[in-house]
């Protein structure tokens, strides 16, 4: 038989999507499985979008749109990135509406990497950067943070990795899975150390919106590294809009063209429906956003305030996004790996969380609480269980 891909066979499998099958699979057996695995907001798509789309659908908006997306769009992304972003260079021209923001960082991937190039991942990661990195040809190079320094990374430790192989790092914030957040300072120093180094910074805004400690500041607004950083946001989470699969960035003129290009000859434009749905959403949907955000804000506090009362366990308080970080690193043994607790839990007491391995860092868990308040509740009390079971 002829070889497949060796890009293709080298990039994993998302073992998110492989947990949340698995819970799915308990459920419909007949078990009360909650999940705590999901990585999307459980709110209906704000009213304003759903209406957009059925007029689009009613008004015959179903047909191709330009490749890059619709103009009406592309100006309202750019005038959101220059106003709440302080990307000053974001225009129609250089923004890109693709088919979620996941489709938008590998068409920038996609322009950017040679073969031979590194891409420098941040750990903990979201799962899908390696994988995505691979499909693009070159090579992912993770550089660890720590629980001491909150799994942030610390500015000098790039210059170690600087040479003429670095074609990008990654940076998001909030991050997926530790909810962690750069503050303005923490990116300016980012950002001075990146300006010594040709390289690009693709920078994953997705939850920008779903923060509760801290401002989000993107690194795009730095003067230093302005002309070389490609911003990633979108509407899957800002707006429950995960299954309409709207994305967009914006970036150097000569980058975004070529990741047009990709687009253009890949899936053409997104769809038509869903990008009225997003214009509708970018103009008037900031209140609906700002009730999830708050409902998310009192199920961060529930969550932690029930793992605190759990002893052996420490959940991580998250700046943004909507998962915790617990660290289970006291019940790890030879014997009991962290992917193990986690389909322990699952199997024996059906709570679907995602081991750390998933995101490149072994002794913890990511708990998502893009769900009920009594589901947490239920869950946490399950996990306790499991705890004094491993203690008995
Ligand atoms: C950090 C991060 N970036 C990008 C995405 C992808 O978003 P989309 O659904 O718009 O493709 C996700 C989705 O889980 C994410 O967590």
């Given at each position: 038989m002829r070889q497949l891909s060796q890009r293709v066979l080298a990039a994993s499998e998302s073992q998110t999507l492989s947990i949340a099958a698995r819970a799915k699979q308990l459920a419909r057996e007949g078990h009360d499985v909650i999940s705590l695995a999901v990585g999307e907001p459980d709110f209906p798509t704000p009213e304003c979008a759903r209406r957009a789309a059925i007029a689009a659908i009613e008004e015959g908006k179903t047909r191709y749109t330009e490749s890059s997306g619709i103009l009406e769009l592309r100006r309202a992304v750019a005038e959101k990135f220059r106003t709440e972003n302080h990307l000053l260079l974001a225009s129609e021209e250089s923004v890109l509406i693709s088919c979620g923001a996941?489709?938008?960082i590998m068409n920038a991937l996609h322009a950017i990497c040679n073969p031979g190039d590194r891409v420098i991942i941040i750990a903990p990661y979201w799962v899908s950067y390696p994988a995505?990195?691979?499909?693009?040809?070159?090579?992912?190079v993770v550089i660890p943070t720590s629980p001491a320094d909150n799994f942030k990374l610390h500015p000098e430790r790039l210059r170690d990795y600087f040479d003429d192989r670095l074609a990008c790092v990654i940076i998001n914030s909030p991050c997926n899975p530790t909810?962690?957040?750069y503050t303005r300072q923490e990116l300016a120093a980012l950002a001075d150390v990146l300006a010594e180094h040709?390289?690009?910074?693709?920078?994953?805004?997705?939850?920008?919106?779903?923060?509760?400690?801290?401002?989000?500041v993107s690194i795009g607004s730095f003067e230093q590294v302005a002309h070389r950083t490609i911003t990633v946001n979108g509407c899957s989470k800002a707006y429950a809009m995960t299954g309409w699969r709207i994305g967009f960035m914006t970036g150097p003129a000569h980058v975004i063209a070529q990741a047009a290009k990709v687009q253009s000859q890949d899936t053409s434009n997104p769809t038509s429906i869903a990008q009225y749905a997003a214009l509708a959403a970018l103009q008037h949907a900031a209140t609906d956003v700002e009730h999830m955000r708050l409902c998310f804000e009192q199920r961060r506090k529930l969550l932690l305030d029930l793992f605190a009362a759990v002893p052996a366990v420490r959940a991580l308080p998250p700046d943004g996004a909507f998962y915790v970080?617990?660290?289970?690193?006291l019940l790890l043994t030879e014997q009991r790996t962290t992917a193990d607790i986690a389909t322990e839990l699952l199997e024996r007491y059906y709570v679907a969380t995602v081991p750390g391995e998933a995101f490149g860092m072994a002794g913890y868990l990511r708990l998502s609480f893009a769900t009920s308040d009594e589901h947490i509740k239920r869950a946490v009390e399950r996990v306790a269980t499991f705890l004094e079971s491993l203690n008995s």
């Amino acid at each position: 038989m002829r070889q497949l891909s060796q890009r293709v066979l080298a990039a994993s499998e998302s073992q998110t999507l492989s947990i949340a099958a698995r819970a799915k699979q308990l459920a419909r057996e007949g078990h009360d499985v909650i999940s705590l695995a999901v990585g999307e907001p459980d709110f209906p798509t704000p009213e304003c979008a759903r209406r957009a789309a059925i007029a689009a659908i009613e008004e015959g908006k179903t047909r191709y749109t330009e490749s890059s997306g619709i103009l009406e769009l592309r100006r309202a992304v750019a005038e959101k990135f220059r106003t709440e972003n302080h990307l000053l260079l974001a225009s129609e021209e250089s923004v890109l509406i693709s088919c979620g923001a996941k489709h938008s960082i590998m068409n920038a991937l996609h322009a950017i990497c040679n073969p031979g190039d590194r891409v420098i991942i941040i750990a903990p990661y979201w799962v899908s950067y390696p994988a995505m990195v691979t499909l693009a040809g070159a090579e992912p190079v993770v550089i660890p943070t720590s629980p001491a320094d909150n799994f942030k990374l610390h500015p000098e430790r790039l210059r170690d990795y600087f040479d003429d192989r670095l074609a990008c790092v990654i940076i998001n914030s909030p991050c997926n899975p530790t909810g962690v957040m750069y503050t303005r300072q923490e990116l300016a120093a980012l950002a001075d150390v990146l300006a010594e180094h040709e390289c690009y910074i693709i920078s994953d805004e997705i939850y920008e919106k779903l923060t509760y400690t801290t401002r989000h500041v993107s690194i795009g607004s730095f003067e230093q590294v302005a002309h070389r950083t490609i911003t990633v946001n979108g509407c899957s989470k800002a707006y429950a809009m995960t299954g309409w699969r709207i994305g967009f960035m914006t970036g150097p003129a000569h980058v975004i063209a070529q990741a047009a290009k990709v687009q253009s000859q890949d899936t053409s434009n997104p769809t038509s429906i869903a990008q009225y749905a997003a214009l509708a959403a970018l103009q008037h949907a900031a209140t609906d956003v700002e009730h999830m955000r708050l409902c998310f804000e009192q199920r961060r506090k529930l969550l932690l305030d029930l793992f605190a009362a759990v002893p052996a366990v420490r959940a991580l308080p998250p700046d943004g996004a909507f998962y915790v970080w617990l660290d289970i690193r006291l019940l790890l043994t030879e014997q009991r790996t962290t992917a193990d607790i986690a389909t322990e839990l699952l199997e024996r007491y059906y709570v679907a969380t995602v081991p750390g391995e998933a995101f490149g860092m072994a002794g913890y868990l990511r708990l998502s609480f893009a769900t009920s308040d009594e589901h947490i509740k239920r869950a946490v009390e399950r996990v306790a269980t499991f705890l004094e079971s491993l203690n008995s």
